[in-house]
């Protein structure tokens, strides 16, 4: 079966811009969870998502925000970019409600770099 | 926040074996996972833990204490495609019947010939 897809899986803003992030899980998953991927800090928990309701938040600016469809396809949207955005974000999808279980699995990525 | 700490980097020889020690806080545990990256590529699933001992899976094997709040993964006959960063994340009790998983820096191995 299809993996987890992300879309775009590279791009480049300048600062103050904003940008939208896609990820469509596994079919028949129902949690999708995005990370921040950076070489200093490593994964970073964002936020997750469960049938349509927000379950966790990270230690985020309020400036990241995200949401989930019916369809469980979900988007993450960063306002007002600064330089130091520029990470790779992950989106992983899992069966159940993520750290019930585990067990993710994660898309490709997007590459953001913020100039 | 939770502290999560593994070597940064380590480096073993084709056929040896090596082991990647993760670290925690205790508190509010529900669980522990390690993953491989592959540089340029996505995180992949390895193993879980969630009661105290050796869990074998193949060449890999992960060892969890809960009352040290101690874990490490074993690769026994290293592979040069063994060559990744391992990844320990611990589950933890976030409030309102919750959990989150937080993930360490991870653990840049190289596999030398």
């Known amino acids: 079966k299809a993996g987890v897809t992300q879309t775009p899986r590279y791009l480049i803003k300048t600062r103050g811009q904003q940008v939208t992030l896609s990820c469509s899980p596994i079919s028949g998953h129902r949690s999708v969870s995005w990370y921040q991927q950076t070489p200093g800090q490593g994964l970073q928990f964002l936020f997750e998502y469960f049938s349509e309701t927000q379950r966790n938040k990270g230690n985020f600016p309020g400036r990241f925000s995200g949401r989930q469809f019916s369809n469980s396809r979900s988007e993450m949207n960063v306002s007002t970019l600064e330089l130091g955005d520029s990470a790779l974000y992950l989106c992983?999808?899992?069966?159940?409600?993520?750290?019930?279980?585990?067990?993710?699995?994660f898309g490709e990525g997007s590459r953001l770099t913020v100039l | 926040g939770q502290n999560i700490d593994q070597p940064t980097e380590m480096t073993a020889t084709e056929g040896a074996i090596v082991q990647i020690n993760c670290t925690y806080q205790?508190?509010?545990?529900?669980?522990l996972f390690w993953y491989q990256q592959h540089a340029g590529e996505a995180p992949t699933f390895l193993s879980y833990n969630v009661l105290d001992g050796l869990e074998e899976k193949g060449r890999f094997s992960s060892f969890l204490s809960r009352s040290k709040g101690y874990s490490y993964l074993l690769l026994k006959e290293l592979q040069m495609k063994d060559s990744a960063s391992y990844l320990c994340?611990?589950?933890?009790?976030?409030?309102?019947?919750?959990?989150?998983?937080?993930f360490g820096k991870g653990t840049k191995l190289s596999v030398i010939p």
């Open positions: 994340a611990v589950s933890l009790y976030s409030g309102a019947g919750s959990y989150q998983l937080t």
């Open positions: 992983a999808s899992s069966l159940v409600a993520t750290s019930d279980t585990g067990e993710l699995f």
């Open positions: 205790t508190s509010g545990f529900n669980g």
